[in-house]
């Protein structure tokens, strides 16, 4: 078996794409809810709406927790909103780790966007699907894609691999943070100009924020240095999210990162073909784990008794997974 | 069973004078009316002043609150009122805004406009009596403009009314909102202080700490959060506002809550007392003696009226007098048997009435001053609760101040954990409350509360439409006129002084929505809090320049 | 695996209550349980609760309510309905009067969780009641040719 198609599929995947296409919430809300529970017959559709998908912006913002992004991302869905488009927000956030249960509280910033029919908004809890929460939110986007929203947003709390994962389903990733002293933002400083490229002070009123400003620039000069075949400079932006100050400035530069990678083919199809690989990676992880859990791949217990003893060993019994698995 | 204070300290069966050794009677407590005044501020105590014996009032329309008022004098309501406003007015909206009508008069009084205000004190006195007007902090600029205009009208002296309209910022953060931000109640706030400090007038301004406690938070952790509060208020007034500490000390005022732990909540209030006095002399380096003092009104707590077998709470309510009186109360307030059903009714408000009066009359408390000191127990526990109180101090000014503290989410993370804590000691039968986890009976043999209800004439839509009728009736011009200017001295930044410009525009009957809301317009946020309405006035340019 | 998994509940105020304490607490007493809140907080419509509904497609919806503004716990359920959804239970916790028990119910709230009652109470009632999303009717546009 190739893929997990499955015989009860939904029957009349032209009548939910249909749906999706005139905007029917109802019909997204639920799809998504069945991403998350992780509905094996959803292949089917989800291969449909990926085909014909992929013509919509989608803006990832993350930041550790606190730092304002649910403010922040309602204040960039109000200017978006005031220029006409139409938005969906996906927020992930964590789930408890004892109870699997969790609050889900990003709405409650995103209060003035409630009732707004060009608005879409979507809590996702990091632990509430059974398979990876990076797969389960990239399902959740290729629906949305196929509502024809004029952006997407997804924002996640930027700890851990998972959420760092998500960004990799965006065009382009705005990373929040804010203000701080200098000896934290060296320690911060590994990694966080891989991932971003428009970077945000916010609670600009802050009397560190201007420092923080300046050696988040220095960094990425040196990341420049660094990586001369980057062509795009994440510029640095100040906002006060509480107070929707600098967030038209910051959707600017949002505009401004996707008119640079429309100028620039090549690096856009470079990040095409990074995300579709990423993709295809995730599934491939995702389905592995499925396979294993599913018992055929199960390993009889003895044959880790027999890694414990070193008689055998963890590269020697992966590989013998996998060859069964044929 | 937890045999333990809510701050988790093990109670032993007996006290000694071991528990106490090295107690030092002038530097722990000193004479009634002596530093550090941890037995009160009166040398004979409630003979010389007894306690302001109020009520809350506040349902229907202001007429209804009026009538309420009224009803509470002839019940015995003596030396002050207290009223409060309505959910819609406490977030600075008008009765007539969408969100308003559905709510206008339904949990308070409606208070958004002078207009409110003079029904509400149709034929009641504005002297003689404490004025005490609350609910949120957003409306405290307002409630002071609505004393000031009508003391004006009346032809009353400034000078001789007293009482408390002004309420701290923080009460957002302790389990009773408004929508007002932070920065924005913390401006106003000081503005009003800054206005009745220079302006002398006898308003003080409440720093609670009933909210924290209603929503859980414990006497340990309310003593340090109280202290913080107190720190941040008075050194901004001194440091921003240029205010002399002595001339900041008359203004603030603690409503603290009593619940039915009665050793625990004496020592407290007893703590509170000495802790502000060393606050006083030596943070703040008070040169007057009355500076050291810190009224305290008390507030028997609402969160242990049950819902359950609910006559139950006549009997709290009276512990909780009791523990009030005896720690030497300036005012009590009580929360009635049917709190947890409804708004206070007629008989509810006249038992809780009455069981200070007979507290006060029948039982001796009222007789001699501070009769429990020099008990084992209570120093033992004042000590106690004090120490721990200045634990939470020292954290809430390591995250630098209660502000700080607040903006880091520290506050509402303390209050969650505590409140959670003690659902589940309930839950648990760690605690017992009678009729809710123990002695509980079915629900068909419960006796029924009569509810108030709001008056069917002046239901939440009849209050809004009758503010839509009458804002037309006003004198359009000079509304604009004086709304615009107001909207102008916000743009001076947070230390220009709202209030004149507030004054004049209560005068002319502007409300509470229109004055928030060009106030956070200047401040660039939206007219509307709910940003469902537009603001209806076009502004002059020249003010707004 | 916990009672409550798989189960997502809006948790929510209404109007312009702000006694925040008790959906505070009977939020985290839902997560402990393995459910997920979604939480709405002070100031909302029953608008705004519905929409909020539609979007995270819950399976049931708890509004607090201290402040006696029970026409709009009861339009809630009546939006509920107009839009098809009747079927996501709506229960109510506070200090709401016995005596009120009959109209609400009768009006269509599924229960009433009075102070005093146990968080058992409360998630047991909501993992035997909540709407099952998988067994729940296809939405309108979905059930469409």
Redesign the interface.
């Known amino acids: 078996m190739a893929l997990p198609m499955s015989a009860d599929a939904p029957t009349?995947i032209?009548?939910?794409v249909?749906?999706l296409n005139?905007g029917?919430?109802?019909?997204c809300?639920?799809l998504?809810?069945?991403i998350e529970?992780s509905e094996p017959n959803l292949v089917p559709l989800l291969q449909a709406l990926y085909r014909a998908g992929g013509h919509i912006r989608i803006v990832g913002v993350t930041g550790s927790p606190?730092v304002g992004k649910s403010t922040l991302v309602s204040k960039l869905v109000a200017v978006w909103r005031k220029r006409g488009l139409r938005v969906a927000v996906l927020a992930v956030d964590p789930?408890?780790p004892?109870?699997?249960?969790?609050?889900?509280?990003d709405?409650?910033r995103m209060?003035?966007h409630?009732?707004d029919e060009g608005v879409?908004?979507?809590?996702m809890?990091s632990r509430?699907q059974l398979g990876g929460l990076a797969k389960a939110a990239g399902d959740a986007l290729t629906v949305l894609d196929a509502m024809h929203w004029d952006v997407i947003v997804i924002e996640t709390v930027g700890v851990g691999q998972s959420e760092t994962d998500i960004m990799r389903h965006a065009s382009v990733v705005v990373l929040l943070q804010t203000p701080m002293g200098g000896d934290d933002v060296q320690a911060a400083k590994a990694g966080i100009t891989e991932i971003g490229d428009i970077f945000v002070v916010n609670k600009s009123e802050h009397p560190e924020a201007d420092h923080t400003v300046r050696q988040l620039e220095e960094m990425i000069t040196l990341a420049l240095c660094l990586h001369p075949e980057k062509t795009w400079r994440p510029p640095v932006v100040k906002t006060r999210a509480?107070?929707?100050?600098g967030v038209a400035d910051l959707a600017g530069h949002i505009d401004g990162c996707f008119a640079h990678l429309a100028a620039q083919p090549e690096t856009a199809r470079l990040q095409l073909r990074d995300r579709a690989r990423h993709r295809v990676g995730e599934l491939l992880h995702y389905m592995l784990e499925q396979r294993l859990r599913s018992g055929v791949g199960l390993l009889p217990e003895n044959l880790i008794d027999s890694v414990v003893a070193r008689a055998s060993d963890p590269y020697a019994l992966a590989a013998g997974l996998l060859a069964r698995m044929d | 069973m937890k045999r333990e204070t809510d701050y988790g300290y093990q109670i032993k069966p007996v006290y000694t004078p071991k528990d106490i050794e090295g107690f030092d009677y002038q530097r722990a407590l000193g004479d009634p009316g002596a530093y550090p005044y941890a037995r009160g501020y009166h040398e004979t105590g409630y003979r010389s002043r007894m306690w302001t014996q109020r009520m809350t009032a506040g349902l229907g329309s202001s007429s209804d609150a009026n009538k309420v008022l009224k009803k509470y004098r002839e019940m015995g309501q003596r030396g002050g009122m207290q009223v409060i406003h309505d959910r819609v007015s406490c977030s600075n909206i008008d009765s007539d805004h969408p969100l308003g009508r559905r709510e206008a008069g339904i949990l308070g009084w409606p208070g958004s406009s002078l207009l409110e205000f003079e029904e509400l004190m149709e034929d009641i006195p504005l002297t003689g009596q404490s004025i005490t007007v609350l609910g949120s902090s957003a409306p405290s600029p307002l409630r002071l403009a609505y004393l000031i205009v009508l003391a004006e009208k009346r032809g009353v002296a400034l000078s001789e009314i007293h009482g408390s309209v002004m309420e701290s910022p923080f009460e957002n953060y302790m389990g009773q909102t408004d929508v007002q931000p932070l920065e924005l109640n913390l401006k106003l706030f000081l503005d009003v202080c800054e206005y009745v400090i220079r302006n002398k007038i006898r308003m003080r301004a409440a720093i609670i700490s009933q909210h924290f406690q209603e929503s859980g938070g414990n006497n340990a952790q309310a003593l340090g959060v109280v202290l913080s509060m107190l720190k941040e208020i008075c050194g901004r007034l001194i440091d921003e506002r240029g205010l002399d500490f002595d001339d900041v000390a008359t203004l603030p005022y603690e409503l603290v809550t009593v619940g039915s732990r009665f050793f625990e909540e004496i020592a407290k209030i007893r703590a509170l007392r000495r802790m502000w006095a060393k606050l006083a002399r030596e943070h703040f380096k008070a040169k007057k003696e009355k500076s050291c003092h810190l009224l305290i009104a008390v507030h028997t707590s609402g969160r242990t009226m049950t819902y359950q077998q609910p006559l139950n709470n006549i009997a709290r309510c009276a512990i909780q007098t009791l523990a009030g009186a005896i720690a030497g109360c300036t005012a009590l307030d009580n929360a009635t048997f049917d709190n947890a059903h409804a708004e206070p009714s007629e008989l509810a408000a006249r038992m809780s009435l009455n069981t200070q009066h007979i507290v006060a009359v029948e039982t001796g408390a009222t007789d001699v001053v501070d009769p429990l000191a020099g008990s084992y127990f209570v120093e033992l526990l004042t000590d106690k609760v004090e120490e721990e109180g200045y634990k939470m101090l020292a954290k809430i000014d390591e995250l630098g101040g209660m502000i700080a503290a607040v903006r880091k989410g520290f506050i509402t993370d303390m209050l969650n954990q505590e409140a959670n804590k003690k659902f589940l000691e309930i839950e648990r039968k760690e605690r017992l409350v009678v009729g809710v986890n123990h002695l509980v009976i079915p629900p068909d043999e419960e006796f029924e509360v009569p509810i108030q209800e709001v008056p069917p004439d002046s239901n939440a839509e009849s209050i809004a439409r009758r503010m839509e009728q009458w804002k037309k009736t006003r004198d359009q011009a000079a509304v604009r006129e004086r709304l615009s200017r107001l909207h102008g001295d916000a743009k001076k930044g947070d230390r220009f002084n709202l209030m004149p410009a507030i004054i004049e525009a209560v005068r002319v009957y502007a409300t509470a929505g229109e004055i928030s809301g060009v106030i956070r317009m200047a401040r660039g946020l939206s007219y509307d809090p709910f940003e469902m309405i537009e603001c209806p006035f076009e502004l002059h340019q020249t003010a707004c320049a | 695996m916990n009672a409550g998994t798989g189960i997502k509940v809006i948790v929510t105020m209404i109007g312009l209550d702000g006694h925040t304490t008790g959906a505070e607490t009977v939020s985290m007493i839902l997560r402990d349980a393995g459910i997920e809140v979604v939480y709405l907080g002070c100031n909302q419509t029953p608008e705004m609760i519905v929409d909020a509904a539609v979007q995270e497609d819950v399976d049931i919806i708890g509004i607090s309510s201290h402040a006696a503004n029970y026409d709009q716990v009861i339009q809630v359920v009546n939006l509920l309905r107009a839009k098809n959804i009747g079927d996501i239970p709506v229960i109510c916790g506070g200090n709401i009067p016995r005596s009120r028990f009959g109209s609400l119910k009768g009006s269509g709230i599924a229960e009433i969780f009075p102070p005093g009652s146990s968080s058992e109470a409360i998630v047991g009632y909501i993992v035997n009641n909540a709407r099952k999303a998988y067994a729940a009717p296809i939405p309108e546009a979905l059930r469409a040719s």
């Open positions: 009349d032209c009548a939910i249909r749906a005139a029917d919430m109802r019909t809300a639920r998504i809810t069945r529970r606190g789930s408890s004892y109870s699997g249960g969790a609050v889900l509280g709405r409650l209060k003035e409630s009732c879409f908004i979507r809590s809890a509430g509480t107070h929707g100050e």
